[in-house]
């Protein structure tokens, strides 16, 4: 059974930052491209961020760029979210997912999902 659990997200004042971990469980984590996307109230979920399985491959949203660094530990299979300078509109439900096409982000398994929230 496959199992992803996020955790790390919380109340945070616009430009702090927080750290997300993703524990991956019942998969073999090394070999899938991992990703990060987010859901605010009354939105669609949107693409955040995904890094390749060996680590040497990201790509991050626009609207993130430059603020959030995602990497993974493959000896822990736990993928990470490093938030930097967070805005207002980074509010929202971040879920991990295993990526099954990269550029197109379709993903096969995800996480329950942490509530990361901004505040002014």
């Known amino acids: 059974q496959v199992q992803l659990v996020e955790s790390g997200g919380g109340l945070v004042q616009a430009g702090g930052s927080l750290r997300l971990s993703c524990a991956a469980s019942?998969?073999?984590?090394?070999?899938?491209?991992m990703g990060w996307f987010r859901q605010a109230p009354g939105k669609q979920r949107d693409f955040v961020a995904a890094?390749?399985?060996?680590?040497?491959?990201?790509s991050y949203a626009d609207s993130v760029k430059g603020r959030f660094t995602i990497s993974r530990d493959n000896a822990k299979n736990t993928l990470y979210l490093h938030m930097n300078s967070l805005k207002l509109e980074d509010t929202a439900v971040y879920y991990c997912a295993t990526l099954t096409r990269w550029s197109s982000w379709e993903a096969d398994y995800w996480g329950q999902g942490t509530q990361v929230t901004v505040s002014s």
């Open positions: 019942g998969l073999t984590f090394s070999p899938r491209s």
């Open positions: 890094i390749t399985w060996i680590g040497g491959g990201t």
